[in-house]
């Protein structure tokens, strides 16, 4: 059965939002079906899907969630905007995002965020952590 959503997943996103962070390094990017995984669907099928990683490498992250997001062409950018203003109504300081545009976004982010572009996995994705 096709779900709609008007809003995100509350329920997964307090989940993860509230666990204790010291006992979270990664979570699945791989499955989308994962329950700490927020899916948006439409009356055509899942558009888009968020997945969520707490990068521990020394750096300081308290209160800062670093969020990779990926999405289809047609995905809603209404959505994903509540979902940003959501996490800083929470108290996540920066909520730091991008799909990999190249080295033109590289460089925006170093100068307007003060971070270094960590390369993972996924071919053209990036997540951004701070400069020491």
């Known amino acids: 059965m096709i779900r709609k959503y008007s809003a ?5 996103l307090n989940a993860l939002l509230w666990a204790d ?4 390094v990664s979570v ?22 968020f997945s969520w990683e707490i990068i521990k490498q020394g750096y300081p992250l308290i209160n800062h969630l670093y969020v990779f997001k990926k999405f289809r062409k047609d995905y809603s950018r209404k959505l994903w905007k509540l979902l940003v203003a959501t996490l800083r ?10 799909a990999g545009n190249g080295a ?29």
């Open 8 to 12: 995100f997943d509350e329920d997964r």
């Open 28 to 49: 699945s990017r791989s499955k989308i079906a994962d329950s700490n995984t927020l899916i948006h669907e439409n009356e055509d099928g899942i558009q888009g899907f």
């Open 21 to 24: 962070k010291s006992d979270i």
């Open 89 to 98: 109504m929470k108290g996540f300081k920066h909520t730091i995002t991008t």
């Open 104 to 132: 033109a976004m590289n460089r925006l982010y170093r100068r307007r965020y003060n971070v270094e572009p960590f390369r993972v996995g996924m071919e053209d994705s990036y997540y951004y952590v701070p400069l020491r």
